[in-house]
């Protein structure tokens, strides 16, 4: 082979060689820039940031929030506590209306009837459950203590002005709606902020802020009934507020936000009413409510008619508080273990059912009196475990909307129960006959409770593979 051949096949083969690494270049270059790219967008999808935890089954936290500490630690334990007493002194008063209601049959509003006096403690209940549409813009407006120190001059104002009023309609507007209206900012704040904190004992810790009002009811109702024996209304009502004041205002410096949502959420959220679950959960709790105070009202009156003294009359509001106080705790640990809608629907039904053999049935004096007890024990489980359930099933952006949608019906509720049972008092031999509302009561808890049936199979079949009956 000649040097000119073989000066051209080294040229070839270097030309070859060349071209071949810049392929291979090319194409390690290629496979290194989509590597990096493929990791990148992995580590973006895999490692979202704190503002952007994925949502679990249970709801606690979703898209665009971001979490400021940790659930169920010391800390959770400690707004527990506050928000026990923020209960233990705002429902504990209202929980002793009773106490105020036989004193004014008695003594001021002699001239009028049970089903009037009523409105000043349903309006009470009612507005402490509509407020809550409102208090979760305004505390996400201004924070968590400063709307508690609002709702906690509200009911200031409301109680200390009916101490100098002696009409019905005034103490209608002060002691019912502006009271109620105060309270609702208190508790629904006390109660949403329990909620953030826990999740695993979530329900216990609902459960045990709600016994709050079961030992204020126990507390308060029999401080109540000597003040109003001993000082007269005025100075029980001036009394009671400047008590409420004084442990709302030092208990909720401990309050702040676990969870801290971008934006406001808005007020009324229509597209909770797309969710058959959320449907099931307020007609459970407009049914249930519609003649929810018909027992707490007015036991003590039918104890009376049945021959027992006004002390013991007044004794069966402790036996309620006494029952709330127990039901917190126990119905609120049942809760972690078979699900906050299991024990919503399944304290709706036993209060109708009790009320329908104790009250319709037998209607005694002992039977009265244990009514009183197991009504108050699975009620605490009525009013906190609906929050409970909206907080495991649906995300923590929907609690606030959710949470005021429900209460608002349900306060709405006891508005139209109250009507009703006003027309339902009839009068018989001179006396009145309670035996209608008692009916009426048990009736629609009992119709109320079927709804579990429709909600659980709903949760079941989104469950997919993973069904249980834990909901």
Same mark, same amino acid.
């Given at each position: 082979?000649?040097?000119?051949?073989?000066?051209?096949?080294?040229?070839?083969?270097?030309?070859?060689?060349?071209?071949?690494?810049?392929?291979?270049?090319?194409?390690?270059?290629?496979?290194?820039?989509?590597?990096?790219?493929?990791?990148?967008?992995?580590?973006?999808?895999?490692?979202?940031?704190?503002?952007?935890?994925?949502?679990?089954?249970?709801?606690?936290?979703?898209?665009?929030?971001?979490?400021?500490?940790? $659930?169920?630690?010391?800390?959770?334990?400690?707004?527990?506590?506050?928000?026990?007493?923020?209960?233990?002194?705002?429902?504990?008063?209202?929980?002793?209306?009773?106490?105020?209601?036989?004193?004014?049959?008695?003594?001021?509003?002699?001239?009028?009837?049970?089903?009037?006096?009523?409105?000043?403690?349903?309006?009470?209940?009612?507005?402490?459950?509509?407020?809550?549409?409102?208090?979760?813009?305004?505390?996400?407006?201004?924070?968590?203590?400063?709307?508690?120190?609002?709702?906690?001059?509200?009911? !200031?104002?409301?109680?200390?002005?009916?101490?100098?009023?002696?009409?019905?309609?005034?103490?209608?507007?002060?002691?019912?709606? &502006?009271?109620?209206?105060?309270?609702?900012?208190?508790?629904?704040?006390?109660?949403?902020?329990?909620?953030?904190?826990?999740?695993?004992?979530?329900?216990?810790?609902?459960?045990?802020?709600?016994?709050?009002?079961?030992?204020?009811?126990?507390? &308060?109702?029999?401080?109540?009934?000597?003040?109003?024996?001993?000082?007269?209304?005025?100075?029980?009502?001036?009394?009671?507020?400047?008590?409420?004041?004084?442990?709302?205002?030092?208990?909720?410096?401990?309050?702040?936000?676990?969870?801290?949502?971008?934006?406001?959420?808005?007020?009324?959220?229509?597209?909770?009413?797309?969710?058959?679950?959320?449907?099931?959960?307020?007609?459970?709790?407009?049914?249930?409510?519609?003649? !929810?105070?018909?027992?707490? !009202?007015?036991?003590?009156?039918?104890?009376?008619?049945?021959?027992?003294?006004?002390?013991?009359?007044?004794?069966?509001?402790?036996?309620?508080?006494?029952?709330?106080?127990?039901?917190? !705790?126990?119905?609120?640990?049942?809760?972690?273990?078979?699900?906050?809608?299991?024990?919503?629907? $399944?304290?709706?039904?036993?209060?109708?059912?009790?009320?329908?053999?104790? /009250?319709?049935?037998? %209607?005694?004096?002992?039977?009265?009196?244990?009514?009183?007890?197991?009504?108050?024990?699975?009620?605490?489980?009525?009013?906190?475990?609906?929050?409970?359930?909206?907080?495991? =099933?649906?995300?923590?952006?929907?609690?606030?909307?959710? &949470?005021?949608?429900?209460?608002?019906?349900?306060?709405?509720?006891?508005? &139209?129960?109250?009507?009703?049972?006003? =027309?339902?008092? %009839?009068?018989?031999?001179?006396?009145?006959?309670?035996?209608?509302?008692?009916?009426?009561?048990?009736?629609?808890?009992?119709?109320?409770?079927?709804?579990?049936?429709?909600?659980?199979?709903?949760?079941? =079949?989104?469950?997919?593979?993973?069904?249980? /009956?834990?909901?």
């Amino acid at each position: 082979m000649s040097n000119d051949s073989i000066k051209a096949s080294r040229i070839k083969d270097r030309l070859s060689g060349e071209t071949s690494q810049s392929k291979k270049s090319s194409v390690e270059g290629y496979i290194s820039d989509g590597i990096k790219k493929k990791s990148s967008e992995t580590i973006g999808s895999e490692n979202p940031s704190n503002e952007e935890k994925m949502t679990t089954q249970e709801g606690d936290v979703s898209s665009g929030t971001q979490v400021l500490g940790e $659930a169920d630690s010391k800390y959770s334990v400690l707004v527990c506590f506050a928000a026990f007493f923020c209960v233990f002194v705002s429902i504990g008063i209202s929980n002793s209306f009773g106490i105020y209601q036989t004193y004014y049959l008695s003594n001021i509003l002699n001239n009028s009837s049970a089903s009037q006096i009523s409105w000043i403690g349903s309006l009470q209940t009612a507005m402490m459950l509509v407020a809550s549409v409102f208090s979760s813009r305004v505390y996400l407006s201004i924070g968590l203590r400063y709307t508690s120190w609002m709702g906690a001059v509200i009911a !200031f104002i409301g109680l200390f002005v009916s101490s100098f009023v002696s009409s019905l309609g005034g103490l209608i507007v002060t002691q019912g709606i &502006i009271y109620g209206f105060g309270i609702g900012f208190v508790f629904s704040v006390a109660l949403s902020t329990t909620s953030q904190w826990f999740e695993k004992y979530r329900g216990l810790a609902t459960g045990a802020v709600m016994a709050g009002s079961g030992l204020g009811g126990l507390v &308060i109702a029999r401080i109540t009934s000597a003040m109003l024996n001993n000082l007269g209304f005025h100075w029980a009502l001036r009394i009671s507020s400047f008590f409420f004041i004084a442990v709302v205002v030092p208990f909720t410096l401990i309050f702040k936000p676990r969870v801290v949502s971008k934006g406001l959420p808005k007020l009324i959220d229509v597209s909770a009413f797309k969710s058959p679950l959320f449907l099931c959960i307020i007609g459970m709790g407009f049914m249930g409510i519609l003649g !929810f105070v018909a027992p707490i !009202f007015y036991i003590p009156s039918v104890v009376v008619q049945l021959g027992g003294t006004e002390s013991f009359a007044k004794i069966q509001v402790t036996i309620f508080n006494c029952g709330y106080l127990l039901g917190g !705790f126990v119905v609120g640990t049942m809760s972690d273990l078979v699900g906050p809608y299991n024990m919503f629907s $399944a304290c709706t039904f036993f209060m109708g059912i009790f009320q329908l053999v104790l /009250w319709v049935g037998v %209607k005694t004096k002992p039977s009265l009196s244990a009514l009183s007890f197991f009504y108050g024990f699975f009620a605490p489980g009525f009013t906190s475990q609906g929050v409970s359930a909206i907080a495991k =099933h649906f995300p923590q952006k929907s609690w606030a909307p959710y &949470i005021g949608i429900m209460y608002t019906v349900m306060g709405c509720s006891i508005i &139209i129960g109250n009507f009703i049972i006003s =027309h339902l008092l %009839k009068t018989t031999n001179g006396e009145l006959d309670y035996d209608y509302i008692a009916r009426f009561s048990s009736i629609c808890q009992v119709a109320g409770s079927l709804f579990a049936i429709p909600g659980t199979l709903y949760i079941r =079949h989104l469950a997919g593979e993973k069904k249980t /009956w834990v909901s």
